[in-house]
């Protein structure tokens, strides 16, 4: 998952519960100019039963402009049940700093041998085809992967490529909804897993990590809009809004 010297923090308090009944009602209502939705999934879709990707990456750092990815997961549910579970170690072509290796146990001995991203692309495309791409903190796995894209000279941009491949594409981000909806929970993936009683072993490894995040967002799912366009367009404020309310809580704390 996060990998580097610091791990984002998933604890501070929003102080906002999910409002509940009006957004719940979303499929009667759903608008239809929600902006990074997935070309060929309609708005009103009941998300919770599509067919959707959970993706996880490993990598040297936080910074995708000089660090690589070393290791992806990729998890796929249909109708709410989970379907597959792929891992890839990759070779980063870069050495993996210590403060990396000490949070997902990687090291450069495990990767001498592994395959470079570009050898392995067009196998893990095949898993994210006609799928919706959902991951933890999804803006840091979707920045790594458009990155790994920009490096290799592929497009992400047309409604042709699968959905987590096009840039203007909101990921579904079940961090987003933990922090709303268990705003006195840890929402780090261990802890909101430990909290639903979600099994995650061998933690800050790639599909490990992936799986669990799917089972917590459809744990999840019976307190979220019902359908893909109101999931987005809630999802998108709420975001925003927990940016604004992390660096606050970020300026009193230090």
Request: aromatic share 8%; proline share 6%.
């Amino acid at each position: 998952m996060r990998s580097g010297q610091v791990e984002i923090c998933g604890c501070f308090p929003t102080g906002r519960h999910y409002p509940g009944i009006a957004d719940r009602l979303a499929k009667a209502r759903v608008s239809m100019d929600v902006r990074g939705l997935a070309s060929g999934f309609e708005a009103d879709l009941e998300w919770a039963t599509a067919s959707f990707a959970v993706i996880d990456f490993e990598t040297t750092g936080l910074d995708p402009a000089v660090d690589r990815v070393l290791e992806m997961g990729i998890v796929t549910f249909d109708d709410g049940v989970q379907t597959g579970s792929h891992n890839w170690l990759i070779q980063p072509t870069i050495p993996v700093p210590e403060e990396a290796s000490k949070v997902h146990g990687i090291t450069d001995e495990m990767l001498a041998d592994q395959p470079r991203f570009e050898a392995v692309w067009a196998e893990m495309r095949a898993h994210l085809e006609g799928r919706l791409p959902v991951a933890y903190n999804a803006g840091f796995d979707k920045k790594f992967l458009l990155a790994e894209l920009e490096r290799m000279g592929e497009p992400t941009w047309g409604e042709a490529l699968p959905p987590a491949m096009q840039a203007d594409v909101e990921w579904i981000d079940p961090l987003v909804w933990i922090r709303e909806l268990y705003p006195d929970v840890s929402a780090k993936l261990g802890n909101i897993c430990e909290h639903l009683g979600i099994t995650l072993d061998d933690a800050h490894r790639a599909a490990n990590d992936a799986e669990a995040t799917g089972k917590v967002l459809l744990s999840a799912g019976p307190q979220m809009p019902a359908t893909y366009g109101e999931l987005i367009r809630v999802q998108v404020r709420y975001a925003a809004q927990q940016d604004v309310d992390f660096a606050i809580w970020r300026g009193r704390r230090f």
